[in-house]
């Protein structure tokens, strides 16, 4: 892919303060504290029901917490802040049918931006997921992966300093979502977005984050926050392979299972753990 020379603001932090969430007589989520440094991948992982979405949406300002607050870039959230960008899981309804490409993409750009401007972000996004020249094309059109990357490529074209994902690729094949997995870090990488993932997969949570917060069942906490130090650029192949991985990935998942590590086990040097 060609190299973008568009400026771009410094990626956002974020920090998780206290954050609980109470539904009548039911506490969802408790005492929730975190950070998500800028310019990194962290992922949220945890058992179905753990109310990873319900969390996401009061990072993204869809939601209010009933206690505590999140930090943006140190200013606390009320409403969708500027510089967020949000991938939903389902693309199939975040997509516009009867809209062409190039005009889902370019919808959130509507108010503020000059049509030429928009036009450029458009083209700059739809090229950053691979998909130049697919403009014109209805996302009835398109295989499921593709209009995934459209789904991607709209948040893109609004230069967001977060992106922020729920579970993006769970509605994907296992080929699709390894491609979409290594575009994420590549877009990432060349553009030095922080991006803030929801995946109830182990295997995806350790390839792509820098660091893994793994929640508990509901009322949720933080059992720990693992900071994965797998090199990058990752492969699916070679990177699953290397000691880091297994180790950090059989880890998260005997955190899942409430499951204590065995006796001999020793982390690994690159695998800091700890809250």
Not at 17 to 28: D, F, M
Not at 31 to 36: D, G, K, M
Not at 131 to 150: C, D, H, N
């Amino acid at each position: 892919m060609t190299e973008h020379t568009t400026e771009r603001t410094a990626p956002a932090s974020l920090e998780l303060e206290a954050i609980s969430k109470v539904y009548g007589v039911t506490r969802a989520i408790d005492e929730i504290n975190a950070q998500v440094p800028a310019g990194e991948v962290t992922v949220i992982v945890g058992p179905s029901g753990a109310g990873k979405t319900t969390l996401l949406r009061i990072i993204s300002g869809l939601d209010t917490p009933t206690t505590g607050r999140v930090l943006f870039d140190g200013s606390p959230i009320k409403g969708v802040p500027d510089g967020l960008a949000m991938v939903f899981q389902d693309y199939s309804r975040s997509l516009f049918p009867w809209m062409r490409v190039e005009d889902n993409v370019a919808f959130p750009l509507r108010r503020g931006v000059e049509k030429a401007e928009r036009r450029r972000r458009v083209l700059e996004a739809l090229q950053a997921v691979g998909l130049e020249g697919k403009e014109r094309l209805y996302p009835w059109q398109m295989s499921g992966g593709m209009q995934q990357r459209v789904a991607i490529a709209r948040a893109l074209a609004c230069h967001p300093r977060l992106l922020v994902m729920d579970e993006p690729y769970a509605s994907v094949d296992a080929q699709t979502r390894a491609e979409l997995e290594d575009l994420l870090l590549e877009i990432q990488t060349r553009l030095n977005v922080t991006v803030l993932v929801v995946t109830h997969d182990i295997d995806e949570s350790v390839y792509l984050a820098d660091n893994i917060i793994v929640m508990s069942k509901a009322p949720s906490t933080v059992q720990e926050v693992i900071r994965v130090g797998l090199a990058r650029p990752r492969d699916q192949i070679a990177t699953k392979e290397e000691p880091e991985f297994v180790h950090a990935r059989a880890h998260v998942l005997r955190l899942l299972r409430g499951e204590a590590e065995p006796e001999a086990a020793t982390p690994d040097d690159t695998l800091e753990v700890g809250v």
